[in-house]
């Protein structure tokens, strides 16, 4: 054999070993279940096939022309070459429109014309032993190209021109991973071409391909790092780059979320927390009805299923098949659990609009008031609409959408302007105007209630600064506080150092803090309220009556003014157990020698009955609503004007 021919037998021989090393570590990985696992097996082995096909004519070619068995080695091996090498370009197209998250059962047609070139090349090939379109031979046994090759030549530069124009589309639902991959397989494959091309002596076309789909392989085929490998299904950050990918490419898919909802029995039930052998059940029990790539696990006992191409009928279906099966216990060790379910079912991207729609699904703790065990549809609104509201409060804090709104209070016996309470509201550019009795709670919840609090005390400290509240006599201006955000250790300080760069004077600002804190948290409180009351603010106790205040409070964190909740008022109209409870809390707050606020005024008759229980101060819409602080700075220039 010729030093040239060894050197070609070992080249293939080297790509041989790479392909069949891919090959094995993939089924090793035994992930062949997706139909990308299987397009990419199927181009690792014609590519490993090809090698033995090329083995074979290089064995035979130098002796072809002299011997009819070698020429027939070199014929089968040219021929098992090209059978099914030829059709790679389209499976690479296929396998790349497939990572791309393409739909193919959605647009069967589309991709069935797809398929028609690779037919068209098939023809060609299997015709070549009759037809000689593609190639033949001379009686000296040498190879000739002929036209059928150009043809095959373009038709495979059409794949692989639509697989570049597909990665460059959907470049944005790609991870980086996923693209470096497809552009070093380009790159690595096209190059090994082109020098074969050039030189057909040097036969890096085969080599080539094989390590630009082994690096394929450790990129996008073997998925460690998407795998929770004790449930053999997707994790997290398999949930979060998928569904990045479905809603920038615009997929539509139903997204199921089973949730089990009472994963601390588990603990009661086997005395340790074995809540990880308790998903693995389930899990298993979910891959039994759904594939495995479409299962997720997102938290111990939540999974989220995407179903793709599934009509409403099968998701509900579907949703009753698991939720009936968790009226069945579980078998965990020794013991039979009873697990309670809840299955969410929601649209993408109609209902789920973002990733973090998702993940709100997955994560939002389970609503009370709902007591049915599947949720779909209109079920599902108020907890996309929380999502919504969330990122409506990320979204205000960053691009300003928040404002503060002023409601006037007067004093009861001569109707005179005493100060103002600031209220928050929220113009988001897409849900409209907000209000905080529904943002407030979430910003607690998702921990931005301090950056709220914290704008709402600088607007409220610029309006004292401007001078406007001093000038039209107001005696302060009440700000709101999160309970949460007064325990915080560092609270005081911070606010005495906002107020001293705004260098206002402090007794301006009177805080409202509703008392609902469990005692144990008690000490942190009122060494926030004795440091701040000893700096001159002054403090009010909001919500007086609703159930959450208590008579020792009043003393313990020495408030100045107490607030009575507008429904004590409301009912206090309404009959007499309404009107013996507004006046004796009147006549003890009187007592203990605070002042009394009550809010919710509404009309003459209420104020009047305010007046004669000798009531301090009052708010409500009968003066005004809350109000912008243009609109406010108006209406009491305008009162001055008028009463002066
Ligand atoms: P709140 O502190 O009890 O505020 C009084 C609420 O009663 C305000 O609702 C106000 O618009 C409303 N109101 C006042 N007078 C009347 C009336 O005559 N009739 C009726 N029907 N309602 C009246 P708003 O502005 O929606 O605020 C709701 C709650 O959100 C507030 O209850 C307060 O707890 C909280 N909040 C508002 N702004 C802030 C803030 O900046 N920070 C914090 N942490 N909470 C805030
Ligand atoms: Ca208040
Ligand atoms: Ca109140």
């Known amino acids: 054999m010729s030093p040239i021919t060894i050197s070609k037998i070992v080249m293939y021989a080297a790509s041989m070993l790479i392909g069949s090393t891919g090959i094995l570590f993939t089924l090793l990985n035994r992930r062949t279940d997706k139909l990308q696992n299987k397009l990419y097996l199927a181009m690792l082995t014609i590519v490993d096939l090809n090698c033995v096909s090329e083995i074979l004519a290089a064995c035979n070619l130098s002796r072809a022309a002299v011997s009819p068995a070698a020429a027939m080695a070199v014929r089968v091996g040219h021929f098992s070459y090209f059978l099914p090498h030829s059709i790679v370009p389209a499976i690479f197209l296929f396998y790349v429109l497939s990572v791309c998250g393409a739909n193919f059962s959605g647009k069967r047609k589309r991709y069935i014309l797809l398929t028609i070139p690779a037919l068209l090349i098939e023809t060609i090939v299997v015709l070549n032993p009759s037809m000689n379109w593609m190639y033949y031979y001379d009686h000296n046994m040498v190879y000739h190209r002929n036209w059928g090759l150009m043809v095959i030549y373009v038709l495979s530069g059409l794949y692989i021109a639509m697989a570049i124009f597909m990665l460059l589309f959907s470049w944005k639902a790609l991870n980086r991973k996923r693209r470096t991959a497809l552009i070093y397989f380009f790159t690595v494959a096209i190059l090994g071409i082109v020098v074969q091309l050039i030189n057909y002596e040097i036969r890096t076309e085969l080599i080539s391909e094989t390590i630009g789909l082994l690096g394929v392989m450790i990129a996008i085929e073997i998925e460690d790092d998407r795998i929770d490998a004790a449930m053999g299904i997707y994790n997290r950050r398999a949930l979060n780059a998928d569904m990045h990918a479905y809603i920038v490419s615009g997929r539509s898919l139903s997204l199921m979320c089973v949730k089990i909802t009472n994963t601390e029995i588990i603990k009661r039930a086997t005395g340790s927390d074995n809540s990880e052998a308790l998903s693995k059940l389930v899990s ?61 079912a929601a649209d993408v991207p109609n209902r789920i609009h973002s990733v973090s729609d998702a993940f709100y699904m997955a994560d939002s703790p389970v609503p009370k008031k709902l007591d049915k065990n599947i949720l779909t549809g209109s079920d599902l609104d108020y907890l996309l609409r929380r999502a919504a509201v969330e990122s409506a409060i990320t979204r205000g804090l960053e691009e300003h959408n928040f404002e503060v709104f002023y409601q006037p209070t007067y004093r009861v016996s001569d109707s005179t302007l005493h100060g103002a309470e600031a209220l928050i509201r929220l113009h988001d550019p897409e849900m409209g105007n907000l209000f905080p009795d529904e943002f407030i709670p979430i910003a607690e919840q998702i921990g931005l209630i301090d950056d709220v609090d914290d704008y709402v005390f600088r607007e409220v400290c610029e309006f004292i600064k401007s001078g406007i509240p001093a000038l039209n006599l107001m005696d302060c201006i009440n700000v709101n506080l999160s309970v949460l955000q007064c325990m915080q250790p560092a609270f005081a300080e911070h606010v005495i150092e906002v107020a001293d760069s705004f260098g206002i004077d402090k007794t301006m600002i009177n805080f409202e803090i509703t008392e609902s804190i469990a005692a144990s948290d008690y000490s942190a409180l009122s060494r926030a309220v004795r440091i701040l009351k000893r700096q001159g603010f002054r403090f009010s106790m909001d919500d007086y009556g609703t159930g959450y205040s208590n008579m020792q409070s009043i003393f313990r964190l020495d408030f100045d003014i107490i607030k009575i909740d507008k429904s004590i008022l409301w009912s206090a109209e309404k009959g007499q157990m309404g009107q013996i409870i507004l006046d004796s809390s009147v006549r003890m707050i009187r007592q203990m020698r605070r002042k009394i606020l009550v809010e919710g005024v509404e009309t003459e008759h209420q104020l009047q009955m305010l007046r004669d229980l000798g009531v301090d101060f009052a708010q409500g819409y009968l003066f005004s609503k809350p109000i912008s602080k243009r609109d406010f700075i108006e209406l009491i220039t305008h009162a001055k004007h008028k009463t002066s």
């Open 284 to 344: 298993e029990y979910l891959r039994s009805i759904v594939p495995r790539y479409y299962i997720y696990s997102t938290s111990p006992g939540t999974f989220m299923i995407t179903l793709m191409d599934t009509d409403e009928k099968k998701v509900n279906d579907l949703a009753a098949t698991i939720s009936e099966r968790f009226e069945n216990p579980w078998k965990i060790g020794d013991n039979e659990i009873p697990l309670k379910v809840l299955v969410m």
